[in-house]
């Protein structure tokens, strides 16, 4: 189990590598080192400013934003949520100034774009330096599908039965492009028009695409970014968060409503327009990064290292067989698919829930009170609620004409290890209550 959670993780100023499938025509290795060398800002990876706080066992300080002050006020307790920190409570950096709280670009962007929320900011004092190992949720498809064997009895036989149908069904619909991602990523290149449409074409019948194409094209713009804005954000050891967040916007209508990766999906043409609209002459390289990029991390977060990606194929797999073959790409399957069935609000803390206790446990194991997103550090942190040794103060804040936060009023607050409930994760629900990603898309066009 410790394992299964270590591989999740990222360290991105340690140069050890992951395990992956045989195969494959270039390692985690030459990634990481493409990657941290090889682009204009890629020194970030490692020396960010986030990272460089946490190593330092500095004081952090962290915002977040909220539409529930008065039920935090009057319960007097602050719950995790899921997402990408998979249970921690989502926040943003702060660095402190003479004149107030200087909040990271991503933060700012909450702020500016949030209007209707109230900020809180968090100091906390760590009990030593924090590691610099990042979750990454790409990486969590085995946990998914331990947790689902674990309780499957949480399920009726109806609810398992499709659950595991609708599975199968995606992925032999899928079967062909994901053959065309493993061929490419043990060095068999498609056209890279084609591949880009291929992909886009996919998406709707395997929604996980969605969110590996969205992660793989945010990856791109941060490091490749020369603007003179993403320049600034450089020299505060910040990666530039507007990036990702104009491509999301621009590519699917309603995402600033619903922040759903599983309708992600430009076309090559579409693609290219929407980059050079970010940043003038990006556009050139974007396709061929992608098809190389993406097709190198879904063979590794697809496959057990055990394959060979070079001669596996899902065609006519079933679901056994795809347990010990290809448990991470079946287990992130799996929890996508939970989340379309009818009883998901009540099956949702029994499923989740279950996952929280495990991460809180790894996190204080590592001595990690400050989990963040590590598939690229840009400035998702989170607060682990059950973490025993950081003592940590929780202010109400104001925003000044500089956009500096400044503390105003000290809350009597703790925080449990749970998880909020589903309907108080506004972020992951669309207006009629439903999780992100419910649509049932199986065909493909």
Known sequence: MHSEWDNAHTDHTDSAARPGPSGLAETEADWRRQLEHETPNGWLLSGNAMTETLVAGRRIHLMHTTVALDAIRSSGHLYASTGCLVAALYCAPLTPEPAGLRPHNLGTYLLETKKHTRTLVFEMTPDAPVPPKGIDYLRLGAIHLRTYLTHRSFLTDREDTQLRRAVLDRLQAAAPFLGTLLANAAGTPTPEAEFIDRLAATVPAFPFLGYLYFEVLSEY???????????????????????????????????????????????????????????????????????????????????????????????????????????????????????????????????????????????????????????????????NPAYPRSPCTVWTAETCERGLLH????????????????????????????AAGHLRRTALS
């Open 221 to 383: 713009l941060m490091l490749h970014s020369t603007a003179p804005e993403t320049k600034a954000y450089a020299e505060l050891g910040e990666m530039n968060n507007h990036l990702y967040k104009r491509l999301a916007f621009s590519a699917v209508q309603g995402m600033d409503k619903l922040f759903d990766l599983s309708r992600f999906n430009p076309g090559h043409d579409r693609l290219l327009q929407l980059v050079e609209r970010i940043e003038a002459g990006l556009g050139s390289g974007v396709a061929r990064y992608t098809r190389r990029r993406l097709s190198h991390l879904f063979a590794c977060v697809a496959l057990d290292p055990r394959q060979d990606a070079a001669s596996f194929t899902f065609r006519g797999a079933d679901f056994d067989m795809l347990t010990a073959t290809a448990p991470h790409l079946l287990g992130q399957l799996v929890f996508r698919e939970m989340r379309i069935i009818v009883r998901y609000p009540q099956l949702y803390l029994a499923f989740e829930q279950a996952k929280a206790l495990e991460a809180w446990n790894y996190w204080n194991a590592e001595g990690i009170p400050t989990p963040f997103n590590g598939t690229i550090p840009k400035g998702e942190i989170g607060i």
């Open 407 to 434: 503390p105003v009023e000290q809350l009597d607050l703790a925080f449990l290890p749970r998880l909020a409930e589903l309907g108080m994760t506004a972020m992951r629900r669309d207006d009629t209550g439903k």
